[in-house]
């Protein structure tokens, strides 16, 4: 059975005030703080995170949101926010939220009650009231690779237009002028639309809303929407897809209907992850600083912890785009 404060008091002989006063750092007598810190050593008395947050303390904790750990590249921002986070001293506390706002709205309530002291909202966070009801409270929050325009509050993402524009001229500079698009119903992924259909204008070609598509952000569906834009009378000669994983589901929905990579049909994802350094072939897609990313919006949270913070920065980084083999030159004779 773990030692209680009560035992720590009991056994270095004073009251329970006195060890409480110990534990925050209030002041007490020399001889007295030693008795305790010396009874809390011999029974290996460790303070509960919610005790030390009832009496007002800081729990070192950071509660960190994300949309899907199924995703590797979310999976890779887990882990680089939870290193960030255990080199300034914090724990961090990790919930799945799978783009649904009931489970943002009970996981963010759930960790108010363990009393974490701040928060990291990762991309596609979409319940904003959450965001409001905890900036309304005081609450410390970040955005990562997310922002919303009506809130003002520190956020860090990538410059998901230039990402969507860089991919699309790639491929129109390969000769592609039928692009289409898989993408996600998340605000980075509107904003790289917005940058492909830029770099339509910009070349002038005409942009054709039925080449835009929405996934639910599952492999399984993303294949499906491949395979419905490859089965069109006039299929496109490209894929963008607004993330890796559905890039290497549309390599999949392209071989099942015996086309090749890049040969017939080029095809770009997004984040760089592990799988499309490992895809067959090796997958043309968009870097985003990942390392710098989560380093930062850590840092810019403890800040706020730590009352540092004076004002809101929406911090916006440049992506690179990383040409593999999964893109090449358009052979469409009769190009629309």
């Known amino acids: 059975m773990k030692p209680t404060i009560y035992d720590v008091a009991k056994k270095a002989g004073v009251s329970i005030a006195t060890v409480s006063y110990v534990m925050n750092n209030q002041k007490v ?6 008795k305790v810190l010396k009874a809390m050593k011999e ?3 460790k303070p509960s995170v919610l005790a030390s947050a009832l009496t007002g303390k800081r729990t070192s904790t950071i509660g960190f949101l994300l949309p899907d750990l199924a995703n590797p590249f979310v999976a890779e921002m887990a882990r680089r926010v939870e290193d960030r986070a255990h080199e300034r001293g914090f724990n961090l506390v990790i919930c799945s939220t799978d783009f649904d706002t009931k489970k943002e709205a009970l996981y963010t309530s759930l960790l ?3 009393s974490v002291d701040g928060f990291i909202l990762a991309g596609g966070f979409k319940n904003v009231e959450v965001i409001k009801e905890l900036l309304q409270e005081n609450i410390p929050v970040v ?11 520190n956020s860090v993402k990538v410059d998901d237009f230039a990402g969507g524009y860089e991919v699309t001229s790639h491929l129109i500079s390969l000769g592609h002028e039928k692009i289409a698009v898989i993408a996600e119903d998340v605000t980075s992924s509107q904003e790289r639309i917005r940058g492909y259909k830029q770099a339509l204008r910009d070349k002038g070609l005409e942009i054709d809303e039925s080449m835009i598509v929405t996934s639910d952000s599952s492999w399984e569906d993303g294949k499906r929407l491949a395979g419905e834009l490859l089965d069109i009378s006039e299929p496109p000669t ?3 897809a607004c993330n890796d994983i559905l890039a290497i589901a549309s390599i999949f929905a392209a071989r099942e209907r015996k086309l090749s990579i890049p040969y017939d049909l080029s095809i770009v994802g997004f984040d760089n992850t592990l799988l499309s350094r490992s895809s067959d072939p090796p997958l043309t897609t968009v870097e985003q600083p990942i390392h710098d990313m989560c380093s930062r919006v850590v840092d810019f949270l403890i800040e706020e912890i730590e009352g540092k913070s004076k004002t809101k920065q929406r911090i916006i980084m440049l992506p690179r785009l990383i040409i593999r083999k999964s893109t090449g030159v358009c052979r469409l004779k009769n190009k629309v």
């Open 29 to 34: 007598g020399k001889k007295s703080k030693e």
């Open 238 to 240: 490209a894929i963008f």
């Open 43 to 45: 029974l290996n008395y």
């Open 143 to 153: 955005l990562l690779a997310e922002s919303h325009s009506s809130i003002s509050v």
């Open 112 to 114: 108010r009650q363990k």
